[in-house]
């Protein structure tokens, strides 16, 4: 297991846990972040910036404090 934010760009994996506090919890399953949901990294912004996830059809726009705290198995 490793934080999203850890995960190569292009690399298929699965979210295994989802450690925030409540209110982002909810927050990220409204935008499809759920475990066992296959994602992908597609590009990460200049300088350590926000990382663009694929979940299934939809592209999400991600704090790398957000993803830190998302832990998946890579495929």
Known sequence: MLPLSKLPIGQNAIITTIEVEESLF?????????????????????????????????????????ATHIRVNSL
């Not at 979940?55 to 704090?63: E, N, S």
């Open 26 to 66: 909810h927050r990220l399953s409204a935008l499809g972040f759920r475990v066992g949901k296959p994602l992908s990294i597609i590009r990460q912004a200049n300088f350590n910036g926000p990382l663009h996830v694929r979940l299934g059809t939809t592209d999400v726009i991600l704090r790398i404090t957000d």
